[in-house]
């Protein structure tokens, strides 16, 4: 397996432009995690999925930040309108719950707002 | 939640020494204790792990301790390398619920 696919790697956009951030998870686990990094605030947990279905998404910081995972093999996250302050590296990570509890994470987007 | 405190932020120590990373949660039910290791430009990745009912665990030059009573637990590297420096982080969680990171710790060997 390729393991968790970002994409895309870095996005260079303009505040007010709408961003979306692409995951494909590993073949077969049935979590998938969405997570931000920044300097100041480390890694952030946004949205978690269950078999597809949003668990938690206590940690989107506002409604500019929605999630979807439409089937078990594609998640997007998408920020619209984006802000200067949403730059940041974004993550996506996966994991087969039951069995060993490892989350597999992707390269990452960074992302930058001007 | 979860809150995860994690020690120092950054850690310099001379090649062959030993280095040591602490971390503290707060939720009792967390039960699973992975560390992950980050390169520049990289992703996480997952390095040594321990689950609640195992107080260390070791794999070569790194160990893991957990101290359940006190929250707390700490990740060990021995003889250190130039390729160990990397940002370090500590996770606390368990099934489905996802894992609470502290913020990492810079690990600097020095020749």
């Known amino acids: 397996d390729a393991g968790v696919i970002q994409s895309p790697r870095h996005e260079v956009t303009e505040m007010g432009q709408e961003v979306t951030l692409r995951c494909k998870p590993i073949?077969?686990?049935?979590?998938l995690f969405w997570y931000r990094q920044t300097m100041m605030r480390g890694l952030e947990l946004l949205i978690y999925?269950?078999?597809?279905?949003?668990?938690?998404d206590s940690g989107m910081p506002e409604d500019r930040f929605s999630a979807k995972m439409p089937n078990a093999s594609f998640s997007t996250l998408k920020i619209q309108p984006s802000e200067p302050r949403d730059s940041a590296v974004y993550f996506c990570?996966?994991?087969?719950?039951?069995?060993?509890?490892?989350?597999?994470f992707g390269q990452g987007t960074r992302l930058t707002v001007v | 939640g979860e809150n995860v405190e994690q020690h120092p932020s950054t850690l310099s120590v001379q090649e062959g020494d030993s280095a040591v990373i602490k971390c503290t949660y707060s939720?009792?039910?967390?039960?699973?204790f992975p560390w992950y290791k980050q390169e520049l430009g990289k992703g996480p990745q997952l390095i040594i792990d321990?689950?609640?009912?195992?107080g260390e665990k070791k794999d070569q030059r790194i160990a893991v301790t957990l101290n359940k009573t006190a929250k707390h637990f700490s990740l060990h590297i021995t003889e250190t390398q130039p390729e160990d420096s990397a940002v370090y982080f500590c996770?606390?969680?368990?099934?489905?619920?996802?894992?609470?990171f502290g913020k990492g710790t810079h690990l600097i060997i020095q020749p």
């Open positions: 996770a606390a969680g368990g099934g489905a619920d996802g894992l609470t």
């Open positions: 939720d009792s039910a967390s039960n699973y």
């Open positions: 321990i689950r609640s009912n195992v």
């Open positions: 073949s077969g686990h049935n979590s």
């Open positions: 990570a996966s994991m087969l719950t039951g069995g060993r509890t490892e989350a597999f």
């Open positions: 999925f269950n078999n597809n279905v949003p668990i938690d």
